[in-house]
C-alpha cells in the first residue's frame, strides 16, 4: 500500500480514513519561510503534533529542514492529495515527474471538485458569487425545496445587518467553545521558544492560550456549541462590533476548517439540523451557510481558476508601502479607537471577524492605497486562518477591489459614518466620525472622501460609485481634506 503524505492542513480523518500508512512531516523551512504570528505558528504545530499522536503507530512523522528531505528519507513513493498553495502544488509535481509522488488526488477538504468548478464557471465573463452560491445550495439540497430556496428567498443577508445592541458592552450570548492545552502545546511552546531564542526564528504578535480548535474532538465540540448555543444570535448581528467583544456571536470555526478538521458539507448540514431543531432561525442558518459552502468555497476556486498572477493585480495603481507601526501590530500608537482596537486583536489572537478584516483594516488599507499584493502577505502571515488559498480574493478582490472589480461590484470603502453605526468604537474616540476637516476629524471619514478624488478616473465607469463621486464636487473643503490627507503619510492616524 502506498503511503499518504498530509500536508498540515489535511488533517481530519476525511483525509486519511483508513488511517494506515501515513507520513506527516513538520519542516522548519516552511515554519520559518514567512514572518509568521507566533499563535499561528503554534495552531499548525500543535494540530500536526496532536494528529501524530491520534494516529500513533499508523503515522510516520519527520521532523525535517525541508519537504523534500523528508521525501528522501521515506526512501518510497507516496500520494497526496491536492495541496492547498501553488508554491506547494509546484512541488508535488515536480516530485511526481521524479517518481517520489506517485500520484494527485482530488481534494475531500472541498465539496466541490476543481475541474467541476472550471466546468460551472466556462464562459462566463464574470464568477459572481451570488451565482455560485446558488449552484452550491442547489447541488448539496441545502435549504431548498426542489428548485426553490426555502423561506422564498435564497439570501436572508438584509436581515443579519443589525448594529450592536445600543448601551451593551458585550453581544450577551454564551461564550465560545474555549480548548484546554494539553502537553503537547507547551511543547510546541517550548520549541518555539527555542528556535526563536538558538535558531533564529522570526515571529509577529503576542504568545498567547490556544483559544481555537486543532483535534478533531475540539473541532466538533466548538462546531456542537456554536449551532446549539451561538447561531442564532450570529445571523443579525454577524455585521456588529463591539469594543468589548471580540468574538461576538462568531462561531471560531476556520481555524479548525482550514487545518482540515471539519468538512464545510458536515458544517453546513449541522447548522440546517439546528434550523430543524429549533435552535436558530432561518436568516441566521441561511447566512452561516452562505459563508461556509458559499463564500468560503468560492474563494478556494478563484484561487485556482484565477492562477498565481491573480494576487498581483492592481487595478486601482495602489503603490503605497505599508508602514511599520501596520507590519509590527503597533495598536497602543494608534489613536483612532477602531483601528487601535483591530489591530490590538491581530496582534493578542492573530484573529478578528470579517468585519473588523473588511471594513476597518482592508477599508483603511483601501483609503491609503497600500500595495495589495503586499496587503496580502500581511493579512495571509498575521491571521491564525490566512493560507495562500484564503487571502487574495479576499484581499485583492473583495477588500481592495484590485482586479477591476471581478469579484465586487464596488469597492468596500466607507468613512466614520458605517464604523459609528456598526461598533461601539466612535463614542469614546478623539476623533468626530462626522467630521473629515481638522484635529479632531475621523481619518476614515477623510480618508474616504481621498479615496474618492484620488480614484475618481478609474471608478468613473461604475454606476455604483457614481453618486459619491458626484457627491465630492459638493465638498467645499476638497483641496483642504486632500491636503491633509497627503500630509499624513504613513503616519498612525
Not at 79 to 85: A, Q
Not at 103 to 132: K, N, V
Not at 205 to 216: C, I, M, N
Not at 396 to 419: E, L, R
Request: hydrophobic fraction near 40%.
Amino acid at each position: 500500500m502506498t503511503r499518504r503524505w498530509l500536508f498540515a492542513d489535511q488533517l481530519g480523518p476525511h483525509f486519511a480514513p483508513g488511517r494506515d500508512g501515513v507520513l506527516l512531516v513538520e519542516s522548519r523551512a516552511a515554519l520559518g519561510r514567512r514572518r509568521y504570528h507566533r499563535q499561528k505558528l503554534h495552531l499548525v504545530l500543535s494540530a500536526l503534533r496532536h494528529r501524530a499522536a491520534e494516529l500513533g503507530d499508523s503515522a510516520v512523522v519527520l521532523r525535517t529542514d525541508t519537504y523534500g528531505e523528508a521525501l528522501a528519507e521515506i526512501g518510497e513513493p507516496v500520494r497526496v492529495y491536492e495541496p492547498t498553495s501553488h508554491a506547494a502544488d509546484d512541488f508535488v509535481r515536480r516530485r511526481l515527474a521524479s517518481g517520489e509522488v506517485e500520484g494527485i488526488d482530488p481534494t475531500p477538504g472541498f465539496s466541490l471538485p476543481r475541474e467541476d468548478f472550471a466546468q460551472w464557471a466556462g464562459g462566463r465573463r464574470r464568477l459572481r458569487m451570488d451565482d455560485f452560491y446558488r449552484f452550491q445550495r442547489q447541488r448539496l439540497d441545502l435549504l431548498v425545496e426542489g428548485d426553490r430556496p426555502v423561506g422564498g428567498r435564497w439570501s436572508f443577508d438584509e436581515d443579519n445587518r443589525e448594529p450592536p445592541p445600543k448601551g451593551a458592552d458585550t453581544l450577551g450570548v454564551p461564550a465560545a467553545y474555549r480548548p484546554r492545552e494539553s502537553d503537547i502545546d507547551a511543547e510546541v511552546r517550548d520549541d518555539l521558544d527555542r528556535w526563536t531564542r538558538e535558531d533564529g526564528l522570526e515571529t509577529v504578535g503576542e504568545d498567547g492560550p490556544r483559544l481555537f480548535a486543532v483535534t478533531r474532538r475540539e473541532a466538533l465540540a466548538a462546531l456542537e456549541r456554536f449551532v446549539t448555543h451561538r447561531l442564532g444570535p450570529f445571523g443579525p448581528h454577524e455585521d456588529a462590533m463591539l469594543r468589548g467583544d471580540w468574538a461576538m456571536a462568531h462561531s471560531l470555526l476556520s481555524v479548525p476548517l482550514n487545518l482540515g478538521l471539519l468538512s464545510p458539507v458536515e458544517v453546513a448540514e449541522r447548522a440546517v439540523q439546528a434550523l430543524h431543531d429549533g435552535d436558530a432561525p432561518l436568516a441566521s442558518v441561511e447566512g452561516f451557510v452562505r459563508q461556509v459552502i458559499g463564500w468560503r468555497e468560492y474563494v478556494w476556486h478563484v484561487y485556482w481558476h484565477a492562477g498565481p498572477a491573480y494576487r498581483r493585480r492592481n487595478g486601482l495603481g495602489a503603490r503605497t508601502a505599508l508602514p511599520a507601526w501596520w507590519g509590527e501590530l503597533e495598536a497602543e500608537r494608534v489613536d483612532a479607537a477602531c483601528l487601535s482596537d483591530v489591530l490590538e486583536g491581530v496582534r493578542d489572537r492573530g484573529w478578528v471577524h470579517h468585519i473588523p478584516r473588511l471594513m476597518v483594516l482592508g477599508n483603511w488599507a483601501a483609503q491609503r492605497g497600500y500595495d495589495p499584493d503586499a496587503l496580502t502577505e500581511w493579512f495571509q502571515t498575521r491571521f491564525v486562518d490566512g493560507y495562500d488559498w484564503v487571502m487574495p480574493a479576499n484581499v485583492v478582490g473583495m477588500s481592495q477591489h484590485a482586479d477591476g472589480g471581478a469579484m465586487a461590484t464596488k469597492p468596500y470603502v466607507s468613512g466614520g459614518a458605517y464604523i459609528d453605526r456598526m461598533s461601539d468604537y466612535c463614542g469614546g474616540c478623539r476623533y468626530n466620525p462626522r467630521k473629515r476637516v481638522g484635529d479632531d476629524a475621523c481619518p476614515f471619514t477623510a480618508g474616504y472622501w481621498a479615496y474618492l478624488d484620488r480614484n475618481a478616473d478609474r471608478l468613473e465607469g461604475n454606476h455604483r460609485m457614481a453618486r459619491p463621486l458626484q457627491g465630492r464636487h459638493r465638498l467645499i473643503d476638497l483641496e483642504a481634506l486632500v491636503e491633509q490627507e497627503r500630509a499624513r503619510g504613513d503616519s498612525p492616524p
